[in-house]
């Protein structure tokens, strides 16, 4: 039987926005959100999707993308 091939090849996410920029970062005043503060992934990457666990981090060096979570405020008020 053919052995099919598990080999993924490294690939951006983000073609256009921002890549003059090592990271793209949108800056908060972290003490004016609520907490809980929660990391969303929008790599596609992460081990504990929907969840950030940092694996946008490899992910960039390895494709040179610079894609990083969504910071949300609970909904929790
Ligand atoms: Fe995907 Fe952090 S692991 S954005």
Same mark, same amino acid.
């Given at each position: 039987?053919?052995?099919?091939?598990? %080999?993924?090849?490294?690939? !951006?996410?983000? +073609?256009?926005?921002?890549?003059?920029?090592? *990271?793209?970062?949108?800056?908060?005043?972290?003490?004016?959100?609520?907490?809980?503060?929660?990391?969303?992934? %929008?790599?596609?990457?992460? !081990?504990?999707? +929907?969840?950030?666990?940092?694996?946008?981090? *490899?992910?960039?060096?390895?494709?040179?993308?610079?894609?990083?979570?969504?910071?949300?405020?609970?909904?929790?008020?």
């Amino acid at each position: 039987a053919g052995r099919r091939a598990t %080999r993924v090849r490294a690939q !951006g996410i983000n +073609p256009e926005i921002r890549k003059e920029e090592g *990271k793209v970062v949108d800056n908060v005043v972290v003490s004016e959100l609520s907490k809980p503060v929660t990391a969303y992934c %929008r790599c596609w990457r992460s !081990g504990t999707f +929907p969840l950030c666990d940092g694996s946008h981090v *490899k992910h960039n060096k390895a494709t040179g993308d610079n894609v990083g979570p969504l910071l949300s405020r609970s909904n929790v008020t």
